[in-house]
């Protein structure tokens, strides 16, 4: 999987050397070359010097064949305007956006940008949205068998009621998170593009109840 990352800083680093370690095929870009000095010795993904929404750096850094794009540069104008670019020119799935301003997150998750304000961001949520893996386990009780997760879902559930979701998955929603702030909803609350779903259920459960959401459709 090709992943193309906005940012050498701390955070965009130490993502890059986690996702090659993965075995993944990266290429981070940043303005400052010597940013580049934060990548791990064992780096061997590729390095872009530009500017991250510039065509012609998106597509020296391999865009087109990008599987998922994280921005997380210093700057919220630049991390949003190189995420829709990716999403909306290049048609990238996988995009996040890591942004400053918790004030501006909705006008953002409205365009389709998953965004997390930075207080909350960390390098594994950002790993999870970049690449999908069904459900994360957030915690489990004394006897393994009931688990709470963050589950992915199609975006055929979002504008439905979450007792719509409880219903179709034999599931009860824990609590949501909405930019970057936890919620506790009620049946009526409904699912919005980018929330984070967390789910209770048991843990026998947790692949079917994936694959439903996955694919939209209803527990038989």
């Known amino acids: 999987m090709h992943i193309v990352i906005l940012g050498a800083g701390r955070v965009g680093a130490l993502l890059a050397d986690r996702l090659d370690e993965s075995g993944h095929s990266v290429a981070i870009i940043d303005q400052n070359e010597q940013s580049f000095r934060r990548l791990g010795t064992a780096f061997k993904g590729e390095t872009i010097r530009g500017v991250g929404f510039d065509r012609q750096t998106l597509e020296s850094a391999g865009i087109r064949r990008a599987h998922a794009f994280a921005a997380v540069s210093s700057g919220d104008n630049t991390n949003i305007i190189a995420a829709r670019t ?120 947790r692949e079917a109840v994936c694959s439903l959401l996955a694919a939209g459709g209803v527990d038989q």
């Open 86 to 205: 990716a999403r909306e020119t290049y048609g990238v799935e996988n995009v996040v956006a890591r942004i400053y301003d918790p004030r501006r997150a909705e006008v953002y998750q409205r365009l389709g940008i998953p965004t997390v304000a930075t207080v909350s961001w960390t390098t594994g949520q950002i790993m999870r949205r970049m690449i999908p893996q069904g459900a994360n386990i957030e915690h489990r009780d004394a006897s393994g068998e009931i688990v709470v997760c963050e589950v992915n879902y199609d975006e055929i559930w979002v504008g439905r009621q979450l007792d719509e979701i409880e219903a179709a998955t034999a599931t009860r929603v824990a609590f949501l998170t909405r930019h970057g702030t936890g919620l506790l909803p009620t049946n009526s609350t409904v699912l919005q593009f980018g929330d984070l779903l967390h789910l209770v259920l048991p843990a026998n459960r």
